[in-house]
């Protein structure tokens, strides 16, 4: 039972501050720095969303994943994506056994490792489109259809996909479409020279460091569900909704949106907006979100919605330019 059932909202929010705290701490036994990629997982995590990890290889990303899988005392699953693979070898296939007993001929359903908690879907965009869509199904519906029986997934439910940003040769990127399915774009960046030391002295050790589990899927649950229930302003879902409309060029009179952005971002960008300010306003022990929550989890959720234009390319304008000139631009 969680330990969450008996506690109102207040209590329950300040239970997920201290838990937070205390998975950071044991996160960090292991991963040095990326403080604000660990925060945004957990954002992601609570808000019922799934994440797109954008890092060069060696970044820790997938043992960053497994430890976060410990804390919280959920099944990991890493699935590798490669060119050969096929939706069964994600969902699942039915294989026909036999009763020993009656000799009686039936087909038993093996479940694949879709069937976790936390889901690492490694380098994504290495497996043809057949394959992608059958994680996105999964993603949207968290269910398997096979034959004509389907299957829940267990709850809670967390993929984390990654992609390699220097690697295009061989790949099948993600269409715009599918990617508006991850809630979050992430961008793991190289450590500073100090943390480089600090990996280089962990890794190179005979310790092993024990992951205590913190949180259980049950208390993921009950959180999600709190997160649901925090109130937010109309006025602030006004801001995020603004937002979101100055990004698509024909809704604008910004004129470096429509010089540099092709297409905005959908409606699925002020939802998580809003959802994404809620779950770190109870990070931070806040019962309601402000602005800044707005706006701190912008640069993610826009990331890998706004598509930007030819002469954004030419004149070396990244996505996180546009965000940055955006939420400078829109005020509440």
């Known amino acids: 039972m969680s330990k969450l059932t008996n506690e109102n909202d207040a209590q329950a929010a300040e239970f997920l501050g201290e838990a937070v705290e205390t998975i950071k701490g044991q996160i960090s036994k292991r991963i040095v720095g990326q403080e604000q990629v660990i925060e945004q997982l957990l954002i ?18 997938t043992l960053m994943i497994s430890t976060l899988a410990e804390a919280l005392d959920l099944k990991f699953s890493r699935i590798q994506f490669t060119p050969d693979l096929m939706p069964s070898d994600i969902t699942g296939t039915e294989v026909l056994e036999q009763d020993r007993t009656t000799g009686e001929r039936y087909f038993k359903f093996v ?4 069937f976790g908690s936390i889901i690492l879907a490694d380098e994504i965009n290495r497996t043809p489109p057949k394959t992608q869509a059958a994680l996105l199904q999964s993603m949207q519906e968290h269910e398997v259809t096979t ?34 399915r991850f809630m979050f774009d992430v961008n793991i960046d190289y450590p500073s020279e100090d943390e480089e030391v600090e990996v280089v002295k962990q890794t190179t050790g005979a310790s092993e460091q024990e992951i205590k589990p913190v949180l259980t899927a049950e208390d993921i649950i009950d959180l999600q569900k709190l997160v649901r229930r925090v109130p937010v302003s109309d006025r602030l879902v ?33 939802q998580y907006l809003i959802l994404g300010a809620k779950t770190r306003a109870i990070l931070y022990g806040r019962l309601t979100p402000s602005l800044d929550d707005v706006k701190a989890v912008a640069y993610p959720v826009f990331r890998h919605r706004i598509i930007t234009s030819f002469n954004a390319e030419a004149e ?16 509440e």
């Open 44 to 61: 992601a995590l609570l808000s019922g969303g799934h994440v797109l990890l954008i890092g060069v290889p060696g970044l820790a990303k």
């Open 111 to 114: 479940k694949g490792p879709i």
């Open 147 to 180: 034959g004509d029986k389907t299957y829940k997934l267990p709850d809670p439910f967390f993929v984390l996909a990654t992609q390699n940003p220097i690697e295009q040769e061989g790949t099948y990127p993600l269409p715009e479409a599918q990617l508006d």
């Open 238 to 270: 006004e801001f995020a909704v603004r937002l979101s409309n100055h990004t698509r060029p024909k809704r604008t009179e910004l004129d470096f949106v429509r010089k540099y952005v092709r297409w905005g971002a959908g409606p699925r960008a002020s």
């Open 316 to 331: 070396g304008i990244s996505t996180d330019d546009i965000i940055e000139k955006l939420l400078a631009e829109i005020s």
